[in-house]
């Protein structure tokens, strides 16, 4: 019962919360999608920290991602021993070098008074949620080894279950409590995207790569001339 409530019922939960949310959220404060920058102060920890911390995760997420929508592609990069234990160790430098980031951006932000001055309930609540995530990836990816292989054969079936509106556990029940944790945090945050400052992720300028392009004219004669 447990089980079909986190893995059946809650990824909708919070993908329901994450869209609906989102949605109200552009509509009526739009101009918060931000991550609310405190870059003024403390520069330089905040810039190796963001680096280590974005750079990190934004490549585990797109590795997540490809086995996820080409598995057969995935599958058959695996195959091979080397190209496993390869992308198997780039996964593991990647986890360290993004939770580097991630405790980087903690102690910062617990260490500065004016950091802590300005972090919200809701800033440390994510802080924990990305923090248990990557831990629990971490932990994973070393102790049930190849999870590049098993999330192949068991999380990809069930998230396309889910795509699929035909939830089927069968492939999470059997599993360690940790890769439960790690899958149901995954959602929490999912959930958590609205109501946080992760909701800034959607405010990337993507579209800068395809407007068209600005001339920018001065108004005013250059001093001198
Ligand atoms: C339901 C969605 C998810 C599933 C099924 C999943 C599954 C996995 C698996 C199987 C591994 C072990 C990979 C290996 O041994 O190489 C892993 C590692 C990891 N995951 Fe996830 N994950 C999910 C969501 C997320 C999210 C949302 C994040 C971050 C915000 C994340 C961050 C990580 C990290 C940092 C690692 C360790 C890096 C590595 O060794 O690959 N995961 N995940």
């Known amino acids: 019962?447990?089980?079909?409530?986190?893995?059946?019922?809650?990824?909708?939960?919070?993908?329901?919360?994450?869209?609906?949310?989102?949605?109200?959220?552009?509509?009526?404060?739009?101009?918060?999608?931000?991550?609310?920058?405190?870059?003024?102060?403390?520069?330089?920890?905040?810039?190796?920290?963001?680096?280590?911390?974005?750079?990190?995760?934004?490549?585990?997420?797109?590795?997540?991602?490809v086995a996820l929508l080409f598995p057969g592609f995935w599958g058959r990069l695996l195959g091979d021993p080397l190209r496993l234990a390869a992308i198997e160790a780039t996964g593991l430098a990647l986890g360290l070098f993004t939770l580097a980031g991630l405790v980087v951006l903690l102690l910062r932000r617990i260490a500065s008074p004016k950091a802590w001055a300005v972090a919200t309930v809701m800033d440390l609540l994510l802080l924990a949620a990305l923090l248990l995530q990557v831990a629990t990836g971490l932990y994973n990816a070393l102790v049930y080894r190849w999870g590049s292989l098993w999330y192949l054969s068991l999380a990809v079936p069930w998230l396309h279950s889910l795509a699929c509106l035909n939830p089927d556990i069968k492939y999470i029940v059997p599993l360690p409590l940790m890769i439960k944790v790690h899958l149901v945090n995954a959602f929490l945050l999912l959930l958590l995207f609205p109501v946080t400052r992760l909701v800034h992720i959607v405010s990337i300028p993507i579209s800068y790569l395809w407007r068209p392009w600005q001339v920018a004219v001065w108004n005013k004669r250059p001093i001198g001339s």
Request: no cysteine; hydrophobic share 55%; aromatic share 22%.
């Open 1 to 65: 019962m447990t089980d079909y409530l986190f893995f059946a019922v809650f990824p909708y939960v919070a993908l329901a919360v994450a869209v609906g949310g989102g949605v109200y959220r552009y509509s009526r404060e739009r101009f918060s999608f931000s991550s609310l920058s405190s870059q003024f102060l403390d520069n330089r920890v905040l810039f190796w920290g963001s680096v280590a911390w974005h750079y990190g995760i934004v490549l585990i997420l797109l590795a997540h991602l």
